[in-house]
Protein backbone atom coordinates (compact mmCIF):
# COMPACT_ATOMS: atom_id res chain seq x y z
CA UNK A 1 0.00 0.00 0.00
CA UNK A 2 1.12 3.63 -0.25
CA UNK A 3 3.36 5.20 2.65
CA UNK A 4 2.30 8.83 3.54
CA UNK A 5 4.61 10.80 5.15
CA UNK A 6 3.93 14.21 6.48
CA UNK A 7 6.54 16.89 7.46
CA UNK A 8 7.61 19.12 9.88
CA UNK A 9 6.83 16.88 12.62
CA UNK A 10 6.56 19.76 15.25
CA UNK A 11 6.04 23.31 14.05
CA UNK A 12 5.69 26.53 16.52
CA UNK A 13 4.42 29.78 15.62
CA UNK A 14 3.73 32.52 17.02
CA UNK A 15 0.23 34.18 16.24
CA UNK A 16 0.18 35.89 13.37
CA UNK A 17 2.44 33.80 11.59
CA UNK A 18 1.90 31.53 8.28
CA UNK A 19 2.58 28.00 7.78
CA UNK A 20 3.00 25.40 5.39
CA UNK A 21 2.47 21.51 6.36
CA UNK A 22 3.35 19.08 3.75
CA UNK A 23 2.57 15.29 3.00
CA UNK A 24 4.34 13.13 0.73
CA UNK A 25 3.10 10.01 -1.06
CA UNK A 26 4.91 6.95 -2.39
CA UNK A 27 2.78 6.48 -5.63
CA UNK A 28 0.37 8.77 -6.84
CA UNK A 29 -3.01 9.39 -5.76
CA UNK A 30 -6.78 9.95 -6.60
CA UNK A 31 -8.07 11.27 -3.53
CA UNK A 32 -6.77 12.70 -0.32
CA UNK A 33 -8.12 14.29 2.83
CA UNK A 34 -6.62 17.10 5.41
CA UNK A 35 -7.98 16.34 8.54
CA UNK A 36 -7.58 18.78 12.32
CA UNK A 37 -7.69 16.77 15.33
CA UNK A 38 -9.24 18.43 18.18
CA UNK A 39 -7.92 18.46 21.73
CA UNK A 40 -10.66 15.96 22.71
CA UNK A 41 -9.44 13.67 19.57
CA UNK A 42 -12.16 14.14 16.93
CA UNK A 43 -11.12 14.45 13.69
CA UNK A 44 -12.42 17.52 11.75
CA UNK A 45 -12.43 17.24 7.65
CA UNK A 46 -10.53 20.17 6.61
CA UNK A 47 -10.03 19.41 2.69
CA UNK A 48 -11.03 16.36 0.11
CA UNK A 49 -8.96 17.52 -2.50
CA UNK A 50 -8.04 14.62 -5.37
CA UNK A 51 -5.87 17.64 -7.35
CA UNK A 52 -5.90 20.97 -7.54
CA UNK A 53 -5.87 24.02 -5.16
CA UNK A 54 -9.30 24.77 -2.85
CA UNK A 55 -9.92 27.69 0.02
CA UNK A 56 -11.99 27.20 3.01
CA UNK A 57 -10.99 31.29 5.13
CA UNK A 58 -7.11 31.07 6.58
CA UNK A 59 -6.66 27.25 5.22
CA UNK A 60 -6.00 26.36 1.72
CA UNK A 61 -4.62 23.08 0.17
CA UNK A 62 -2.97 22.17 -2.73
CA UNK A 63 -2.22 18.79 -4.10
CA UNK A 64 0.03 17.60 -7.00
CA UNK A 65 -0.98 14.11 -7.58
CA UNK A 66 1.82 13.59 -10.30
CA UNK A 67 4.64 14.47 -8.21
CA UNK A 68 2.56 12.54 -5.10
CA UNK A 69 2.69 15.44 -2.47
CA UNK A 70 0.31 18.00 -0.85
CA UNK A 71 0.20 21.14 0.87
CA UNK A 72 -1.74 22.87 3.70
CA UNK A 73 -1.51 26.19 3.89
CA UNK A 74 -1.80 27.95 6.83
CA UNK A 75 -2.49 32.29 6.91
CA UNK A 76 -2.38 34.58 9.59
CA UNK A 77 -2.78 31.43 12.36
CA UNK A 78 -4.21 32.24 16.02
CA UNK A 79 -4.05 29.91 18.75
CA UNK A 80 -6.87 28.14 18.16
CA UNK A 81 -5.64 26.38 14.74
CA UNK A 82 -3.11 24.26 17.31
CA UNK A 83 -3.20 20.84 17.84
CA UNK A 84 -2.64 17.91 15.22
CA UNK A 85 -2.93 18.15 11.21
CA UNK A 86 -3.37 14.56 9.80
CA UNK A 87 -3.08 13.89 5.79
CA UNK A 88 -5.06 10.63 4.77
CA UNK A 89 -4.79 8.54 1.57
CA UNK A 90 -9.15 7.12 1.93
CA UNK A 91 -8.82 4.97 -0.70
CA UNK A 92 -5.87 2.41 1.06
CA UNK A 93 -6.81 3.70 4.89
CA UNK A 94 -3.57 5.05 5.40
CA UNK A 95 -3.09 8.11 7.58
CA UNK A 96 0.82 9.74 8.03
CA UNK A 97 2.10 10.38 11.27
CA UNK A 98 0.52 13.83 11.70
CA UNK A 99 2.16 17.37 12.25
CA UNK A 100 1.72 18.76 15.44
CA UNK A 101 0.97 22.63 15.60
CA UNK A 102 1.52 24.81 18.31
CA UNK A 103 0.34 28.43 17.77
CA UNK A 104 1.62 30.81 20.23
CA UNK A 105 -0.24 34.09 21.42
CA UNK B 1 -28.36 15.71 9.92
CA UNK B 2 -26.78 13.39 12.27
CA UNK B 3 -22.98 12.59 11.47
CA UNK B 4 -20.99 9.75 12.83
CA UNK B 5 -21.73 8.88 16.02
CA UNK B 6 -19.81 6.32 18.02
CA UNK B 7 -20.70 4.69 21.63
CA UNK B 8 -19.49 4.67 24.66
CA UNK B 9 -17.13 7.73 24.89
CA UNK B 10 -15.23 6.78 27.66
CA UNK B 11 -15.04 3.05 28.55
CA UNK B 12 -12.25 1.20 31.34
CA UNK B 13 -11.91 -2.23 30.89
CA UNK B 14 -9.29 -4.73 32.78
CA UNK B 15 -7.37 -6.81 30.84
CA UNK B 16 -8.90 -10.49 29.44
CA UNK B 17 -11.85 -8.99 29.12
CA UNK B 18 -13.72 -8.58 26.02
CA UNK B 19 -15.13 -4.86 24.73
CA UNK B 20 -18.20 -3.92 21.60
CA UNK B 21 -17.88 -0.38 20.41
CA UNK B 22 -20.86 0.93 18.32
CA UNK B 23 -21.16 3.63 15.25
CA UNK B 24 -23.64 4.87 13.52
CA UNK B 25 -22.49 6.12 10.08
CA UNK B 26 -23.80 9.68 8.80
CA UNK B 27 -26.93 9.18 6.36
CA UNK B 28 -26.60 8.04 3.23
CA UNK B 29 -23.06 6.18 3.99
CA UNK B 30 -22.99 2.77 3.06
CA UNK B 31 -19.09 2.33 4.34
CA UNK B 32 -17.86 1.79 8.02
CA UNK B 33 -13.98 1.90 8.38
CA UNK B 34 -12.35 1.45 11.84
CA UNK B 35 -9.31 3.00 13.61
CA UNK B 36 -7.12 2.63 16.35
CA UNK B 37 -5.18 5.57 17.48
CA UNK B 38 -2.45 5.12 20.32
CA UNK B 39 -1.54 8.55 22.04
CA UNK B 40 1.00 10.80 19.87
CA UNK B 41 0.38 8.33 16.90
CA UNK B 42 -1.49 8.34 13.78
CA UNK B 43 -4.69 6.74 13.02
CA UNK B 44 -4.23 2.88 12.16
CA UNK B 45 -6.25 0.82 9.88
CA UNK B 46 -8.42 -1.68 11.92
CA UNK B 47 -10.98 -2.73 9.11
CA UNK B 48 -13.37 -1.66 6.45
CA UNK B 49 -17.12 -2.99 6.36
CA UNK B 50 -19.26 -2.45 3.01
CA UNK B 51 -22.59 -4.95 2.26
CA UNK B 52 -22.18 -6.51 6.03
CA UNK B 53 -19.14 -7.93 4.67
CA UNK B 54 -15.46 -6.94 6.05
CA UNK B 55 -13.72 -5.43 2.93
CA UNK B 56 -10.25 -4.63 4.16
CA UNK B 57 -7.90 -5.59 6.74
CA UNK B 58 -4.97 -3.95 8.50
CA UNK B 59 -2.46 -5.64 10.55
CA UNK B 60 -4.32 -6.37 13.91
CA UNK B 61 -5.13 -9.66 15.59
CA UNK B 62 -8.05 -11.84 15.02
CA UNK B 63 -9.07 -10.85 18.68
CA UNK B 64 -10.32 -8.28 16.87
CA UNK B 65 -13.73 -8.54 14.92
CA UNK B 66 -16.06 -6.33 13.66
CA UNK B 67 -20.07 -6.45 12.59
CA UNK B 68 -22.02 -4.12 9.87
CA UNK B 69 -25.70 -4.62 10.27
CA UNK B 70 -28.58 -4.04 7.48
CA UNK B 71 -28.62 -0.24 8.40
CA UNK B 72 -24.94 -0.06 7.86
CA UNK B 73 -23.96 1.03 11.31
CA UNK B 74 -21.34 -1.41 12.82
CA UNK B 75 -19.52 -2.78 15.82
CA UNK B 76 -15.91 -3.83 16.99
CA UNK B 77 -14.99 -6.34 19.40
CA UNK B 78 -12.19 -6.61 20.98
CA UNK B 79 -11.46 -10.13 23.06
CA UNK B 80 -9.09 -11.12 25.70
CA UNK B 81 -7.82 -6.81 26.40
CA UNK B 82 -4.30 -6.37 26.76
CA UNK B 83 -3.00 -3.15 28.36
CA UNK B 84 -1.56 -2.70 24.62
CA UNK B 85 -5.36 -1.80 23.45
CA UNK B 86 -5.56 1.06 25.47
CA UNK B 87 -6.63 3.48 22.95
CA UNK B 88 -8.83 5.73 21.36
CA UNK B 89 -10.78 4.16 18.55
CA UNK B 90 -12.42 5.80 15.76
CA UNK B 91 -14.99 5.30 13.47
CA UNK B 92 -15.33 6.59 10.04
CA UNK B 93 -18.19 6.55 7.20
CA UNK B 94 -18.18 7.36 3.46
CA UNK B 95 -19.83 6.44 0.22
CA UNK B 96 -17.23 4.08 -1.38
CA UNK B 97 -14.13 5.31 -1.88
CA UNK B 98 -15.29 8.64 -0.75
CA UNK B 99 -14.48 11.49 1.65
CA UNK B 100 -14.24 10.07 4.87
CA UNK B 101 -16.14 11.44 7.89
CA UNK B 102 -15.33 10.89 11.16
CA UNK B 103 -17.27 10.54 14.83
CA UNK B 104 -15.86 11.66 18.41
CA UNK B 105 -14.50 8.37 19.45
CA UNK B 106 -14.41 5.98 21.98
CA UNK B 107 -12.03 5.91 24.46
CA UNK B 108 -10.87 2.74 26.07
CA UNK B 109 -8.57 2.06 29.34
CA UNK B 110 -7.44 -1.34 29.87
CA UNK B 111 -5.96 -1.66 33.54
Known amino acids: GIQVEQSPPDLILQEGANSTLRCNFS?????LQWFHQNPWGQLINLFY???GTKQNGRLSATTVATERYSLLYISSSQTTDSGVYFC???????FGAGTRLTVKP | DAGVTQSPTHLIKTRGQQVTLRCSPKSGHDTVSWYQQALGQGPQFIFQYYEEEERQRGNFPDRFSGHQFPNYSSELNVNALLLGDSALYLC??????????FGEGSRLTVL
Open chain 2, 92 to 101: ASSVTGGELF
Open chain 1, 27 to 31: DSVNN
Open chain 1, 49 to 51: IPS
Open chain 1, 88 to 94: AYPKDMR
